[in-house]
């Protein structure tokens, strides 16, 4: 019997900085299986965006750049542009994507950059310590909300799967979650055909991921899959939001 | 090749095509946007990239990631444009990424103006991003000075492994002069192998490639510094020019200007020769790396009684010219901003002042 569960080639041998029951380390091994799988180890170039993913580089075992804080779909759009050949993938967190680069990746989205975007949602600034994100829940504490995000002076959490799907160029948006077995089968599905897209040169392609942050939410790694599930997802609410025509 | 009469601009987004150069991201600001009209029409005729982004902020990261993959690559912008760009510049610096940046300087600070200016000299050679660096500058005096720099930028760019800038203003990009386009300054293929992420398949080694600008461990940063100070040591040895003007004679006063202004500086100084009085000028037209000891040699020539540096600014290359001129001499300073450029006749009052 050949061996039943192997590390993806993708995937290096370091290993990493990341909290005890942190979901990145899931949602990088789903990438580089699904990089194995469609056989493009070869000809990907993945960006690393600032934050908690800043050292993604580090795990992954294939070209990579690190852009600055948010820009990554603008250095997606430069590699893109110039080697349409290339696979490229960004991976952002929520204070990356959803704030200081929120012009970056709505207007890559808009002009249908054939690239494919990981997008982790789990509401706090991580590598900074804890402080509030645009994707913060109302009430949520951060070092930044110490008595709970107040809606009344920061706004509500802003839904970015529902936002970039209100852009009429043709894309693929999804927002899955990794905070169950069945979550985690569909998300590697919906990066495989978020890449597959992107393969086609159909279209840009956008997966959202409810991820958790036990270290800085201030619980254990049980109980901060249970909050998502139970805080989060009911407003992130997951599926896909947009299909290529 | 013959002459053709063109617009300062256009001049120079042909350059970068002459070059070599056929991937150009941009977002629009006066007095340089006829570069992007200019390659809208000419680069899908070359089969090459043409992308208008949202801002500068996110051009600079087009350019950036299309550097890192290894091609050829230019932006053009001005002053409060370049401002935005200078986050990128410090990162392509930090990850020896090889790009091409056009200054047409406008007035500043702040939305300041759109006319002339040579208000952006310091930000171009002490960094003008965060951390430590300088990136390689060249002035040029007029329409066929930039067309030759930006085609020389490409492959100093690919020398040097990093951002290369021509920094004109306002005045060379809106003239028109007559140019012709070296056919030797077209930049040579170099091998990226090493360094570019465009792919492991693109390798024999297979090996990947990482393009980065993060070094938590204060040795591996020390090191990556230690490495850029050494590209600068080596553009100090290599790299330097400038043009020497009228310092055969006894000249009692020297003159150091650069770019757009030099052009009135020589007349004066022909006006004043006809008058019997010598004054010299000295043009860096790399004002990174700076002519230092051409500086120094030409303001302690026994005759030089004085130095004085005339700029479209409020005193800006004067910093380096005094820095360079060591005491020896007295450091005078003229310069106007705002966009009237100063006169030959106010010049030569001015030298007349000083002897």
Redesign the interface.
């Given at each position: 019997m050949g061996k039943a569960f192997s590390k993806p080639k993708a995937l290096s041998d370091t290993m990493t900085h990341y909290c005890p029951g942190c979901t990145h380390g899931i949602v990088h091994r789903l990438i580089a299986e699904v990089i194995d799988e469609l056989g493009i180890?070869?000809?990907?170039?993945g960006?690393?965006p600032v934050g908690c993913a800043?050292?993604a580089?580090n795990y992954f075992?294939?070209?990579?750049?690190?852009?600055?804080h948010g820009?990554a779909p603008?250095?997606?759009?430069?590699?893109k542009?110039?080697?349409p050949?290339?696979i490229v993938f960004t991976y952002q967190g929520d204070g990356d994507l959803a704030s200081i680069g929120m012009?970056?990746i709505i207007?890559a989205a808009n002009r249908g950059e054939k690239f494919t975007t990981i997008f982790i949602n789990n509401a706090i600034y991580g590598m900074t310590g804890g402080q509030m994100a645009p994707t913060t829940m109302p009430g949520q504490r951060a070092s930044t909300a110490p008595m709970g995000r107040n809606t009344d002076l920061t706004g509500m959490p802003i839904r970015m799967a529902n936002l970039l799907s209100q852009l009429v160029t043709s894309s693929y948006i999804t927002r899955q979650a990794v905070l169950k077995p069945q979550q985690v089968n569909k998300t590697k599905k919906a990066i495989k055909k978020a890449f597959e897209y992107q393969i086609e040169g159909k279209c840009f392609s956008f997966v959202e991921v409810i991820s958790t942050c036990p270290t800085n939410w201030g619980l254990t790694p049980l109980d901060a899959l249970k909050w998502a599930e139970e805080t989060m997802v009911p407003y992130y609410e997951l599926g896909d939001f947009k299909t290529p025509e | 090749m013959a002459k053709v009469l063109m617009k300062g601009n256009e001049a120079i987004a042909e350059a970068a095509i002459r070059a070599g150069c056929i991937?150009y991201?941009a977002y629009p600001i006066t007095p340089q946007s006829e570069v992007a009209e200019y390659m809208v029409k000419r680069l899908p005729e070359e089969g090459g990239?043409f992308?208008q982004?949202?801002?500068e902020?996110?051009?600079?990261?087009?350019?950036?990631?299309?550097?890192?993959?290894?091609?050829r690559?230019m932006t053009t912008s001005s002053s409060p444009g370049i401002s935005l760009m200078g986050?990128?510049i410090s990162?392509i610096a930090a990850?020896n990424c090889p790009a091409v940046f056009v200054n047409i300087m406008r007035g500043g600070p702040g939305l300041g103006g759109i006319l002339p200016s040579q208000a952006d000299y310091l930000q171009a050679t002490k960094g003008g991003g965060h951390g430590d660096y300088h990136i390689l500058v060249m002035a040029p005096d007029g329409v066929q000075e930039a067309v030759e720099m930006t085609m020389q930028a490409f492959t100093l760019a690919e020398k040097y492994r990093g951002p290369v800038m021509v920094l004109g203003d306002g005045l060379i990009g809106q003239m028109m002069e007559p140019v012709e386009f070296p056919e030797n300054l077209a930049t040579k293929a170099s091998n990226k192998d090493d360094w570019a992420?465009?792919?492991?398949?693109t390798r024999k080694s297979?090996k990947?490639?990482?393009?980065?600008?993060?070094f938590l461990d204060p040795t591996e940063l020390n090191n990556n510094n230690l490495a850029l100070k050494a590209k600068y040591a080596q553009m100090k040895q290599e790299e330097i020019r400038f043009e020497i003007y009228n310092a055969d004679g006894d000249y009692k006063v020297l003159i150091t200007s650069f770019g757009t202004m030099s052009r009135v500086c020589r007349t004066a100084i022909d006006l004043l020769k006809e008058e019997g009085i010598e004054v010299a000028m000295l043009r860096p037209k790399t004002v990174f790396p700076f002519p230092e000891q051409a500086v120094y040699d030409a303001a302690t020539k026994e005759s030089c009684k004085a130095v004085i540096s005339i700029e479209m600014n409020m005193g800006q290359m004067v910093e380096d010219v005094e820095r360079c001129v060591k005491g020896q001499r007295p450091v005078e300073f003229y310069g106007e901003c705002g966009g009237d450029i100063p006169s030959p006749e106010k010049i030569i009052k001015i030298i007349k002042a000083l002897i």
């Amino acid at each position: 019997m050949g061996k039943a569960f192997s590390k993806p080639k993708a995937l290096s041998d370091t290993m990493t900085h990341y909290c005890p029951g942190c979901t990145h380390g899931i949602v990088h091994r789903l990438i580089a299986e699904v990089i194995d799988e469609l056989g493009i180890q070869g000809r990907t170039v993945g960006i690393a965006p600032v934050g908690c993913a800043v050292l993604a580089y580090n795990y992954f075992n294939c070209d990579f750049q690190e852009a600055a804080h948010g820009r990554a779909p603008a250095m997606a759009t430069g590699i893109k542009r110039v080697r349409p050949d290339l696979i490229v993938f960004t991976y952002q967190g929520d204070g990356d994507l959803a704030s200081i680069g929120m012009g970056e990746i709505i207007h890559a989205a808009n002009r249908g950059e054939k690239f494919t975007t990981i997008f982790i949602n789990n509401a706090i600034y991580g590598m900074t310590g804890g402080q509030m994100a645009p994707t913060t829940m109302p009430g949520q504490r951060a070092s930044t909300a110490p008595m709970g995000r107040n809606t009344d002076l920061t706004g509500m959490p802003i839904r970015m799967a529902n936002l970039l799907s209100q852009l009429v160029t043709s894309s693929y948006i999804t927002r899955q979650a990794v905070l169950k077995p069945q979550q985690v089968n569909k998300t590697k599905k919906a990066i495989k055909k978020a890449f597959e897209y992107q393969i086609e040169g159909k279209c840009f392609s956008f997966v959202e991921v409810i991820s958790t942050c036990p270290t800085n939410w201030g619980l254990t790694p049980l109980d901060a899959l249970k909050w998502a599930e139970e805080t989060m997802v009911p407003y992130y609410e997951l599926g896909d939001f947009k299909t290529p025509e | 090749m013959a002459k053709v009469l063109m617009k300062g601009n256009e001049a120079i987004a042909e350059a970068a095509i002459r070059a070599g150069c056929i991937n150009y991201f941009a977002y629009p600001i006066t007095p340089q946007s006829e570069v992007a009209e200019y390659m809208v029409k000419r680069l899908p005729e070359e089969g090459g990239v043409f992308l208008q982004g949202e801002s500068e902020v996110a051009v600079g990261y087009m350019i950036f990631g299309a550097a890192a993959a290894g091609a050829r690559v230019m932006t053009t912008s001005s002053s409060p444009g370049i401002s935005l760009m200078g986050e990128a510049i410090s990162y392509i610096a930090a990850a020896n990424c090889p790009a091409v940046f056009v200054n047409i300087m406008r007035g500043g600070p702040g939305l300041g103006g759109i006319l002339p200016s040579q208000a952006d000299y310091l930000q171009a050679t002490k960094g003008g991003g965060h951390g430590d660096y300088h990136i390689l500058v060249m002035a040029p005096d007029g329409v066929q000075e930039a067309v030759e720099m930006t085609m020389q930028a490409f492959t100093l760019a690919e020398k040097y492994r990093g951002p290369v800038m021509v920094l004109g203003d306002g005045l060379i990009g809106q003239m028109m002069e007559p140019v012709e386009f070296p056919e030797n300054l077209a930049t040579k293929a170099s091998n990226k192998d090493d360094w570019a992420t465009n792919g492991m398949d693109t390798r024999k080694s297979k090996k990947r490639n990482l393009v980065k600008s993060l070094f938590l461990d204060p040795t591996e940063l020390n090191n990556n510094n230690l490495a850029l100070k050494a590209k600068y040591a080596q553009m100090k040895q290599e790299e330097i020019r400038f043009e020497i003007y009228n310092a055969d004679g006894d000249y009692k006063v020297l003159i150091t200007s650069f770019g757009t202004m030099s052009r009135v500086c020589r007349t004066a100084i022909d006006l004043l020769k006809e008058e019997g009085i010598e004054v010299a000028m000295l043009r860096p037209k790399t004002v990174f790396p700076f002519p230092e000891q051409a500086v120094y040699d030409a303001a302690t020539k026994e005759s030089c009684k004085a130095v004085i540096s005339i700029e479209m600014n409020m005193g800006q290359m004067v910093e380096d010219v005094e820095r360079c001129v060591k005491g020896q001499r007295p450091v005078e300073f003229y310069g106007e901003c705002g966009g009237d450029i100063p006169s030959p006749e106010k010049i030569i009052k001015i030298i007349k002042a000083l002897i």
